[in-house]
């Protein structure tokens, strides 16, 4: 739905008005990001169905709209339906469904549901790889498909811009999804925070992120130079890296088991005042508004026209969610594993996944304060990967070339 939206901005606005209307999806989806768990968590208290169902019913409300208000558009005048549907590349993207597919499976199942060894963790990574490869050959040797047609316009990888803009965007999509999706974790599991008061939590960097992207988009309209936001965004972003968590190494290591948790120096500990993180918040939020969603409009300056659809399905491409929860939920569930072998392993890893609180409260304060170490501890690891995302975006941005974006003369700037 996100890419079709993208589509639809795209094909309806000039190159001058797409930033500032691309922003607003950014202002719509932080709001979601806060009400989604305040709307589906006052639905659980009945039926967590009703937060499935709800979004059926806001569909049927719009279909109206989507039909009767929204322009048509016909790439393709005076062609058939069937010879259109003929044309698509259906076997690349089939295959890169499957190579997808299976890569997130992996990465999300090793260590969790099968173990990383496992033949049924091998066999996925050797799948997907096995169907990238064909991917190339078909993509590369125009098989069943056209030049014109094919998903992936190899062209677009030999130019410098639309390689950094791809990066950066997948780089800031890693800083975004990561912050939104672990931030309220920290509290649900150091405070006993609900999934409604933890998304709260977030309204920091939530409401600096969706401020920041239509101010941004409102800029690159005006004067048109893009590269900027990128630097300045990607220096913002990793500040708080004070998100390491320290552990002190008496916690970990008073008792008969041992740890493989090295102690850091950070500002962030599971004691941390709530407004010291939400200063962190407000410099992250800051940061990744600077060039959240920016590549969507940029790519479609900086190439050709009859390339600009290809270079928005290059920019949407990111596997840091989950990444991220791969590192958490490996990292995490063996400490546990070791610090509580008594148990079922399926009943530890509901601890990781948050669905067991009562085994967490059933512990004694000892072992519960342990497992809280080793939980917040894997969660420093994941915001390794933040900084990681926002480092490569810093270089990238450091080569992007200092030009503006095909904005009209009257929009000002030189």
């Known amino acids: 739905m996100y890419f079709v939206l993208l589509a639809l901005i795209s094909m309806n606005t000039t190159s001058q008005e ?14 979601g990001t806060v009400l989604g768990p305040v709307v589906g968590g006052g639905f659980e208290l009945y039926t967590w169905r009703w937060a499935v169902y709800i979004t059926l019913l806001f569909g ?13 558009n016909d790439p393709l ?32 199942f090793g260590g969790t549901l099968y173990p990383w060894n496992s033949g049924q963790t091998i066999a996925l990574f050797v799948f997907s790889g ?3 490869i064909i991917l190339g050959l078909q993509q590369g040797f125009v098989i069943a498909t056209s030049l014109e047609r094919r998903i992936l316009i190899i062209h677009l990888f ?27 974790i920290y509290f649900q599991f150091t405070q006993g925070d609900s999934a409604i008061r ?37 220096i913002v972003a990793p500040n708080p890296g004070c998100f390491d968590v320290y552990v002190s190494r008496e916690m970990l290591f008073s008792y008969d088991y041992k740890l493989n948790i090295e102690p850091t120096a950070t500002i962030v500990n599971a004691d941390t005042p709530s407004g010291m993180i939400y200063g962190l918040e407000v410099l992250l939020g800051l940061g990744a508004g600077a060039y959240a969603q920016a590549a969507f409009a940029v790519i479609q300056a900086v190439v050709t026209p009859a390339d600009a659809p290809n270079g928005l399905t290059l920019i949407g491409m990111t596997l840091g969610l989950s990444i991220s929860g791969a590192v958490f939920v490996n990292v995490a569930s063996n400490d546990l594993f070791a610090l509580l072998p008594e148990y079922p392993q399926s009943q530890v890893r509901q601890i990781v996944s948050g669905t067991s609180g009562q085994l967490l409260s059933s512990l004694s304060e000892t072992l519960r304060d342990q497992a809280l170490a080793i939980i917040v501890s ?37």
């Open 60 to 72: 049927a409300i719009l279909l109206p709209t989507f039909i009767f208000v929204i322009p048509s």
């Open 158 to 184: 030999a130019q410098k811009e639309p390689v950094l803009l791809f990066i950066s965007c997948a780089a800031v999509g890693a800083v975004s999804y990561i912050s939104v999706y672990y931030i309220p």
């Open 18 to 31: 797409r930033p500032n209307y691309l922003s607003l999806s950014g202002l719509v989806w932080g709001l």
């Open 77 to 108: 005048p005076g062609t058939s339906r069937w010879r259109k549907l003929a044309s698509f590349d259906w076997v690349g993207t089939i295959i890169s469904v499957g190579a997808f597919t299976t890569l997130v499976m992996a990465i999300n």
């Open 198 to 234: 933890s998304a709260f939590r977030l309204l920091p960097f939530i409401f600096l992120l969706i401020t920041t992207i239509p101010t941004r988009g409102a800029m690159i309209s005006h004067i048109g130079y893009y590269k900027p936001w990128y630097l300045g965004g990607s």
């Open 130 to 132: 096995a169907l990238w």
């Open 378 to 414: 894997a969660w420093q690891n994941i915001f390794i990967c933040v900084y990681v995302a926002a480092a490569a975006s810093l270089v990238c941005s450091v080569f992007m070339a200092h030009k503006r974006c095909n904005v009209s003369a009257a929009a000002g700037g030189a």
